[in-house]
């Protein structure tokens, strides 16, 4: 039961971010995934439930702070920079692994129709954003604290920078072929060369 409902949800996945959510149509979704109408809403009662099941599965719970960054432990600033650029890299391979063209693009395109039809998907995905700055700034602070950073540079500033370069860069690759990690490993390297002691 569990592994149909796996399928429901990563065929869906791939047909929300080729299409969108007005356009996916139950016959789409019968095709997709190979099931009668009735056994797919045996596992999900409306295509809007079925959509707010893939938002939360591909999009939220990837992102969540807690289980993206969970292994992460007191570090360096220098330790948390490669572990961060790990941890997107592992993210980004568990949603590429549904081979969708244009992925990276169709992915935000998803989320901005999450904000849509996902109700309360704007508090939801903003609360994810927060809490990975504040994770960003107790790793700064930290380091700040530690003296692995200059006195002078201020904790959310700094904080700041790390958390936008990446969510800039990756929206705007996004419009190409997606996220570089190795050019945003480089930008995040050069900026704590700047900052460190």
Not at 129 to 148: C, I, P, Y
């Amino acid at each position: 039961m569990k592994e149909t409902e796996e399928k429901i949800l990563f065929e869906a996945f791939k047909l929300f971010l080729i299409k969108n959510f007005e356009k996916v149509t139950v016959s789409d979704l019968e095709k997709a995934l190979g099931l009668s109408r009735g056994a797919i809403f045996y596992y999900m009662k409306t295509k809007e439930e079925l959509f707010r099941r893939v938002v939360d599965k591909y999009i939220l719970s990837p992102h969540n702070v807690d289980n993206k960054f969970a292994p992460f432990e007191n570090a360096h600033l220098i330790d948390f920079i490669h572990f961060y650029i790990d941890s997107i890299s592992k993210t980004m391979k568990i949603i590429e692994s549904c081979g969708v063209e244009n992925l990276h693009r169709s992915y935000f395109s998803l989320i901005f129709q999450a904000i849509q039809y996902y109700p309360g998907f704007d508090k939801l995905i903003s609360n994810v954003f927060q809490k990975e700055l504040e994770l960003w700034k107790k790793v700064v602070n930290d380091a700040h604290t530690s003296g692995e950073i200059k006195k002078e540079f201020d904790v959310e500033i700094v904080a700041m920078h790390f958390r936008y370069i990446y969510s800039g860069l990756s929206f705007e690759m996004s419009l190409r072929k997606g996220l570089d990690t190795k050019l945003l490993l480089d930008l995040y390297i050069d900026y704590y060369n700047k900052i460190k002691t």
